[in-house]
T-cell receptor, first 116, second 117 residues
Framework: DVKVTQSSRYLVKRTGEKVFLECVQD?????MFWYRQDPGLGLRLIYF???????EKGDIPEGYSVSREKKERFSLILESASTNQTSMYLC???????????????FGPGTRLTVT | AQKVTQAQTEISVVEKEDVTLDCVYE???????LFWYKQPPSGELVFLIR??????QNEISGRYSWNFQKSTSSFNFTITASQVVDSAVYFCALSLDYGGSQGNLIFGKGTKLSVKP
């Protein structure tokens, strides 16, 4: 079974702190994604990566950065956390889709981040 | 632009009732993929089904069934004889072909289903 793990289930940080959210997958997937989930807004894509050291902005990249130094690990960084970044953060991975195909994404359990 | 609409924000049913979750999508691409995910209270999204735009056959898996109709751009999900364990938020999602998105999913806002005993 595909396993996507996230470093913390719950995290409380102070405004202005630098925050690292870690995600690891064990299925050798090329694609990795970071979403945030807020009530009434569904899932919104922050960043994704389709290869080591590659990254692409999603729909809401402002205030975030990412790092992918190894294929299995994708980190989300909040350079200076703010209260409006309080949210549930979900990581996902999938194989890189071949032409004429698409693959489901496999999700981690999520990290509920509170910024006070 | 691509979009997924789940008009039902919340649905509440009594156990053993049938319930249908609606999903309407928008895309101009002719090749695309549709997905349903379940998010139980534990928080982890669980993949349920993937369909491609060329396969309009309905699918049944136990108490779950999916109705894909290109004519109405809908991909509805029905749970027959609902159970308390079906209580969750359900998301419909759309993905374009490789050339369009490299596998990105466009999610609807989700429908929260509550099944009461």
């Amino acid at each position: 079974d595909v396993k996507v793990t996230q470093s913390s289930r719950y995290l409380v940080k102070r405004t202005g702190e630098k925050v690292f959210l870690e995600c690891v997958q064990d299925m050798d997937h090329e694609n990795m994604f970071w979403y945030r989930q807020d009530p009434g807004l569904g899932l919104r894509l922050i960043y994704f990566s389709y290869d080591v050291k590659m990254k692409e902005k999603g729909d809401i990249p402002e205030g975030y950065s990412v790092s992918r130094e190894k294929k299995e690990r994708f980190s989300l960084i909040l350079e200076s956390a703010s209260t409006n970044q309080t949210s549930m953060y979900l990581c996902a991975s999938s194989p890189y889709p071949e032409t004429g195909s698409s693959y489901e994404q496999y999700f981690g359990p999520g990290t509920r981040l509170t910024v006070t | 632009a691509q979009k997924v609409t789940q008009a039902q924000t919340e649905i509440s049913v009594v156990e053993k009732e049938d319930v249908t979750l609606d999903c309407v999508y928008e895309t101009r691409d002719t090749t695309y993929y549709l997905f349903w995910y379940k998010q139980p209270p534990s928080g982890e999204l669980v993949f349920l089904i993937r369909r491609n735009s060329f396969d309009e056959q309905n699918e049944i898996s136990g108490r779950y069934s999916w109705n894909f109709q290109k004519s109405t751009s809908s991909f509805n999900f029905t749970i027959t004889a609902s159970q308390v364990v079906d209580s969750a938020v359900y998301f419909c999602a759309l993905s374009l072909d490789y050339g369009g998105s490299q596998g990105n999913l466009i999610f609807g806002k989700g429908t929260k289903l509550s099944v009461k005993p």
